[in-house]
Nanobody, 127 residues
Framework: QVQLVESGGGLVQAGGSLRLSCAAS????????VGWFRQPPGKEREFVTA????????YYADSVKGRFTISRDNAKSTVFLLMNSLKPEDTAVYYC????????????????????WGQGTQVSVSS
């Protein structure tokens, strides 16, 4: 069982940066892939990025590639999402999710690939 708590959301101007954190409970955090998803207003939840259990592999949606960076600190059971060059279209509730496998797979770009979810944190980007 893993519990996830996101933090770090807020309001930022276009071109600005935010860093989100996803803190996890549990003693085997390195055995979990962690992903970030987002849900824009009135739209479905969409994949943003994911990181393997040891942090050695990452995958990004095309819409954020080159602007967002995912990383993790397994000693602190925390995953980070650094978001640079933010755009108004990045406005969404951001969720982190965890799945009990240590390696990335295509299914982990889908919401159905994850068993554990945080409550979400709002990111708003003004133009």
């Amino acid at each position: 069982q893993v519990q996830l708590v996101e933090s770090g959301g807020g309001l930022v101007q276009a071109g600005g940066s935010l860093r989100l954190s996803c803190a996890a409970s549990g003693r085997t955090f390195s055995r979990y892939v962690v992903g970030w998803f987002r849900q824009p207003p009135g739209k479905e939840r969409e994949f943003v990025t994911a990181i393997s259990g040891n942090g050695g592999s990452t995958y990004y949606a095309d819409s954020v590639k080159g602007r967002f960076t995912i990383s993790r600190d397994n000693a602190k059971s925390t995953v980070f999402l650094l978001m640079n060059s933010l755009k108004p279209e990045d406005t969404a509730v951001y969720y982190c999710a965890a799945e009990g496998t240590s390696t990335l797979a295509v299914r982990l770009t889908q919401t159905t690939g994850y068993d554990y979810w945080g409550q979400g944190t709002q990111v708003s980007v003004s133009s």
